[in-house]
């Protein structure tokens, strides 16, 4: 008989971050992946902040997810410029900012820090591979010092050039937080079929959903858990046939009174699977 895996949700680093844990709380959940785009924000001070709501709430932290600084746009016109660690102008800055996430990873006594890379290169051949490789190992290595694994999170790379990139990094500390919405808004994979290319990496999973694109320029809809392409059960079942026991972590990227009651749905929906 399987275990149950753990429901959290996905809740961003304010100086308040107790009454964010309980929310997590207030909906019954039991983890949550900690996420924050600002690295001057991740202080020592605040890392003590995080570990004693966590201990105050009991709310377990599973990943922290590390944002950078510049700009960020989420297309496939603009997104291979400005995501991640692609773009050759802020590689270096955004580098240096992961590291600190890494740092902070480690403060707050976290195994993982997940991020997006960005539009890795399909061609192994190309120079620009080979940079984002070189970058991704230093990260690796740093992350590695820490003590912690490193997710990618899925979205801007298909499944094989994901493997790929983690193969030629070589570390042992590689995973994948795999959100399975990414890879259809994105028209990367059918997130089922992309665990049979990734699957034994998976340390992480963001329960979104979505639609995939309509055309060439603005990705899928993001939609409430249910009502998109992702095929949950199916999900789940595969997840669990790899050995998967990592939390399922819910996320939904909307504001305003509808966000509270689109993740109760996507609780609804989930308990009975992760039972």
Known sequence: MTSPLKLGLIVGLTEDIESHFREVVAFGLETCQLCCWEPGQLTSGMAGRVRDASRATGVEVSAFWAGHTGKTVWNFLEGPTTIGLVPEATRAQRLAELKIGSDFTAMIEVPSMATHVGFIDENPNSQAYGEVVSALTELARHCEGNGHEFLFETGQETPVTLLRTMQDIGTSNLGVNLD??????????????????????????????????????????????????????????????TGYRWPITIEREISGPQLAEDIRQAIELLKPLVA
């Open 180 to 241: 399975p919405a990414n890879l259809i808004l994105y028209g990367k994979a059918n997130p089922v079929d992309a665990l049979d290319v990734i699957g034994s990496y998976v340390r992480g999973v963001h329960a979104k959903d979505g639609l995939y694109p309509t055309g060439g320029r603005a990705l899928g809809e993001e939609v409430p858990l249910g009502e998109g392409k992702v095929d949950f059960p199916r999900l789940i079942k595969a997840l669990r046939a």
